[in-house]
């Protein structure tokens, strides 16, 4: 249970505070994180007040920030908020949860989970028992992780797929609820089919990502964990997929839970000496800097993987430019291993931007074949020099290629000039690496004018296209552009997305006006509003502190059964009683002190 108090003035919640030992544990009272409205959270034990006191107040708005105290957060000590079962939904969801759209494939997969997974498959499914026939109301009792091989029957009792059936018991799955998988043969047809018997028989088609956000609920992951889960499903690369299986084995998030606990221990010494001080020890401020230091410098090393991570998901585009017939053709088919663009000996044959894929350092990579930029009066390659230029605007590194037969002409440099003066109309600072091509047609001498004081570009590469020589420091040469030759070999062992990275972030900057209030020699009191904010932020990471908007969002982007073509909404999920946490909402006027407690005769209450 949440109660939210409102409207309440810090001197009276300095005054509440003051009572944490009659009632709460010190630890708890000394973690109240103010996000525009004041926050309390009391345990059952407390005796409410009369009846007569409370009265109905309408819903708060949407723009209301809730916080959301989980019944195993480590703040909570001694007592149970809640109940002390294992949450769970009221009702059993099933989706197909393999890949469809493309060739079918041997084996596909349902998953049901809820609290009647197990009786609904029950309705479905009879077990292939030899020489022995199954009666109508056969009633199937399963054991957890042990496989059951039979068939799946639809409403009229026709026999719709063979399956083999997995069951999964609570707590020991996924969701930490009932999960059972039945495994069907990988047509859609047989998929539709199974996963229309299972609705029949009392299930409901999944939400996006309600499977992965039932986890959550249930403790399964947090909330950095659950966004791995997406990132895994959709990695593009090795590397990708490595750093989401890290962070959700918990790499991230143990760095998380680590720094909010020192910030709430930090937060709850601080407080004791805002009441206790003269019974307490000199504080020791050169002690408390140096864990703020600490803790700076892990949200600093965490902040350095959100580049890295954007690139895993977004991967890098390479545009490659030159005048006609320097070889990039040849440079792009060599480079992806593949025969993507047309390669002949007359100029301008590339008339539209030709697109292949590759993998450097484990990031996607996307080459660019453009059109040779030049003055032509033909109106078809006009176009493909226009969007060529387009290309090179948009892209994340310019590969300028020239000829090592012709060496640096008047025409690079005045295309050169071209791209530089587009660069510089946008506002863009996209590096440029200049490509010595065709190193195998041409003398050392005609490379010399390279090597030249006062060279533009980023970095400069000698390749043939023919040989694939020169491509291997041509990706290297792009790594150190982009700062990736300082990732560790294998890649980061986890990285931080943009939401987290906004909550670093906050983090970070609230660390830093903590270290300047202490410097300042400010009242305690200013120490304990940084730390407040530090320890929400790192909160909203790992889902202990947010609200339904940001879940909605989170989830909503993960893979969505293609039967479902109209999903209800989370208030819609809501309703239905699968959002746990029970919040009460109370104005507080001007409260006055009676018996031991705060009490006022216009206090509201909403549950």
Partial sequence: MVIVLRGISPPYLRQILALNHCFLKPKLASTF?????????????ITPLKPTCFSATPTPK????????????????????????????????AAIVTSMGGPPAAVGIIRLSGPTAVDIVGRVFRPGK??????????????SHVVDYGVVLDSQGDVVDEVLVVPMLAPRSYTREDVVEL????????????LRACIDAGARLAEPGEFTLRAFLNGRLDLSQAENVAKLISAKSVAAADSALSGIQGGFSSLVKSLRTQCIELLSEIEARLDFDDEMPPINVKEIMDKIHCMSQDVESALETANYDQLLQSGL????????????????????????????????????????????????VTLLDTAGIRQTDDIVEKIGVERSETVAMGADVI????????????????????????????????????VINKIDCAPSASTEWVNI?????????????????????????????????????????????????????????????????????????????????????LGQISGEDINEEILTNIFGKFCIDLIANDFTSWNAISNRGQILTRVIYISWVEPTFRDGFFVSDSTTVHG
Wanted: aromatic share 6%.
């Fill in 453 to 537: 004081s006062g060279n533009p570009f980023s970095n400069h590469v000698f390749t043939c296209a023919v040989s694939g020589q020169g491509l291997g420091d041509l990706e290297k040469a792009i790594l150190e552009i982009v700062g990736l030759n300082q990732i560790p070999t294998g890649g980061r062992r986890w990285t931080v997305n943009q939401r987290q990275c906004e909550q670093l972030v906050r983090t970070k900057e609230a660390f830093v006006r903590l270290k300047s209030s202490i410097e300042e020699e400010m009242p305690l009191d200013f120490w304990t509003i940084d730390l407040r904010e530090a320890a929400l932020a």
């Fill in 183 to 194: 495994q069907c043969h990988g047509s859609e047809v047989c998929l539709r089919r199974v």
């Fill in 62 to 93: 949407e723009n209301d920030h809730s916080f959301v105290l989980k019944h195993d957060d480590e703040r909570i000590t001694g007592f149970v908020i809640g109940t002390d079962q294992q949450i769970q939904s009221s009702t059993t969801i």
């Fill in 317 to 364: 585009q390479i545009a490659i430019v030159g005048r006609p017939n320097v070889g990039k053709s040849s440079l792009l088919n060599a480079w992806s291993k593949s025969e993507r663009a047309i390669v002949t000996e007359i100029a301008g044959t590339t008339r539209d931007v030709v697109e292949a894929s590759v993998t450097v350092c484990g990031v996607p």
């Fill in 130 to 143: 030899k020489n022995k026939k199954i009666s109508n109301d056969y009633l199937w009792q399963p054991t």
């Fill in 33 to 45: 994180l103010p996000i525009k409205k004041y926050l309390f959270f009391a345990p059952k034990c």
């Fill in 399 to 434: 590969i300028m290629t020239v000829s090592a037969i012709d060496g640096w002409t008047s025409e690079d440099a005045e295309l050169f000039d071209r791209i530089q003066s587009k660069k510089n109309l946008v506002g863009s600072s996209t590096p440029v690496i200049l």
